[in-house]
Every structure is written in structure tokens, then in C-alpha cells.
């Protein structure tokens, strides 16, 4: 058993859409969470960029002696987990690309037409259909789309009204259709937010959701390195670049209810 928190970190508040999987799953389990919502999106910027940002938040993590990092990025997970595992060996690692990635290549057969929605930096790389195709071979209908104006309007809360209806089917009214996609894998873990504008818009289209497959692959890497709690001592911090309103409401929009269960203390912090 192993008592120390989990570190969570992403570029801004998405990858808190994987925090109540996880203490559903895992309610001894202690929390930090940082969001770079200062400098984010990340998704549009240099991958040289993205790597110095990420180390300083290894290090920070690293700093607070968390027995795990969980990347709630896939923007980051794309570009440079390798760097961040080879920096810091005896930290369990988990990407939000690879479990994600294996449901896809168990769930899906060779008559879907699989979309991938992400931002430019992920689907630049080629990150998720390189994954899948390693776990199914038999997976050819891989469509990616890059969506970089989702995270902005999400972080800003512009998520159930008609500017983020327009963006969603600016981006991909033509691209469900001329691919025939019958399922939609969210490989970022701000779009979780618009799945129900994706389903409203979209009836019938499966959605694969990637902060949900995280926190199952944090559950399942906890067991296996002997590292689950057997009791929450302390509270859950969550820090964040820039504390701003926006970052406010959306942990209330996220955790709702859950959010007074969850003893969690919010700080500012400057890397």
C-alpha cells in the first residue's frame, strides 16, 4: 500500500474530466492536479515548446513526491512521455493515448469508420492510429481530425450554446460524412465536455472517451505496482497557472456535486 498522492497534469482544466472516474474507482486515493491554464491551449504550439513546459511540470510533480503521473493531455502524451519516463524511470507513467487506443482496437471492427478527434500537435504525430493498428492490425478506417478552436471555447466555458454547435459542425459536418463515421474517439480530454452536443448533433455515433479509459489504466497500474491507498490522508490539492473565474466554474461544471466530497484545496502556481 502506498499512500502518496497521484499527480495529475494537463495543459489547461480537461484533464479533470478523468478526476471522477477515478475517485468513483479509487476513493482512497489523494490527488494533485495542475492545469497550465495560463499558457494553454498546447495544442497549437512548437513540440520543443510543449517539452519544456512538461518537464517543468515533471519536476514539480516529481517535487511533491507523487507515486504516479497521469499525462491528462494527449497533446503531451503525443509528444513527450518518452522524454518524461526516461527522466524519471521509478514514476509509473500513464498516457491518456494507449488505453484509449487498446479500447478502440477491442471494441472496434474492420467495417467501422473510426474518426479521431484531437488537436493539431496529436494529430500531427499520428500518435493514435499508430497505437491502434499496433493492437489491431485488422483496424484500416483511421480518419483524423484536428479541432484547435474546441479547447479555447472550452476553457472559456463556451460549451452548450450555438457557437460551439457551429464550431463542432464547421469541423466535422463534412468529415462524418464523407468517411461515414459511425464512431468518434475523443483523443483530448477537454472534448469529454461537448459529448453531448457530439451526440445531439450526431445521434447514433458511438463516442470513445478518453479521460474515462485513463483512470481505468491508473486502476489498473496502481494493483500491479502494489501502489493503492488504503486510506486518503490528506487532502486533495489542485493547482492551477492562472486561478482564474473560468478555471472556477469549470471544476464546478466537472465535479459538480462531487466537488465537496472530494476536501479539495486550490492554489496558484507559477512555474
Known amino acids: 500500500m502506498d499512500n502518496r498522492p497521484i499527480g495529475f497534469f494537463d495543459s489547461g482544466i480537461g484533464g479533470l474530466t478523468s478526476i471522477p472516474y477515478i475517485m468513483r474507482r479509487l476513493p482512497d486515493e489523494r490527488i494533485i492536479f495542475f492545469g497550465d491554464t495560463a499558457r494553454t491551449p498546447y495544442g497549437s504550439k512548437s513540440p ?14 516529481v517535487k511533491n513526491n507523487v507515486k504516479m503521473m497521469v499525462i491528462a493531455c494527449n497533446t503531451i502524451s503525443a509528444t513527450c512521455i518518452g522524454e518524461l ?23 472496434c471492427n474492420p467495417g467501422n469508420n473510426i474518426g479521431i478527434l484531437a488537436t493539431k500537435v496529436t494529430i500531427k504525430s499520428g500518435a493514435y492510429v499508430d497505437k491502434i493498428q499496433d493492437k489491431n492490425k485488422n483496424l484500416k478506417n483511421l480518419f483524423s481530425a484536428a479541432c484547435p478552436a474546441f479547447v479555447p471555447l472550452i476553457e472559456e466555458g463556451i460549451i452548450d450554446n450555438e457557437i460551439m454547435d457551429l464550431t463542432i459542425k464547421y469541423y466535422l459536418d463534412d468529415f462524418m460524412k464523407d468517411y461515414e463515421i459511425d464512431t468518434l474517439v475523443l483523443g483530448c480530454t477537454h ?11 450526431y445521434p447514433g455515433v458511438n463516442i470513445i472517451n478518453s479521460s474515462k479509459e485513463a483512470a481505468v489504466a491508473v486502476n489498473i497500474e496502481l494493483e500491479k505496482n502494489n501502489l493503492l491507498a488504503d486510506s486518503r490522508s490528506g487532502d486533495n490539492v489542485f493547482y ?13 461544471l466537472i465535479l459538480g456535486k462531487e466537488q465537496e466530497e472530494l476536501n479539495i484545496r486550490f492554489k496558484n502556481l507559477d512555474l
Open 191 to 201: 472534448y469529454p465536455l461537448i459529448s453531448a452536443n457530439l451526440k445531439r448533433i
Open 240 to 252: 492551477a497557472s492562472d486561478l482564474s473565474e473560468n478555471f472556477m466554474n469549470m471544476i464546478q
Open 85 to 107: 519516463r526516461e527522466k524519471y524511470p521509478g514514476i509509473p507513467i500513464i498516457s491518456a493515448i494507449s488505453p484509449t487506443a487498446r479500447v478502440v482496437a477491442e471494441n
Open 48 to 61: 520543443d515548446t510543449i517539452r519544456q513546459f512538461t518537464m517543468q511540470i515533471g519536476e514539480f510533480m
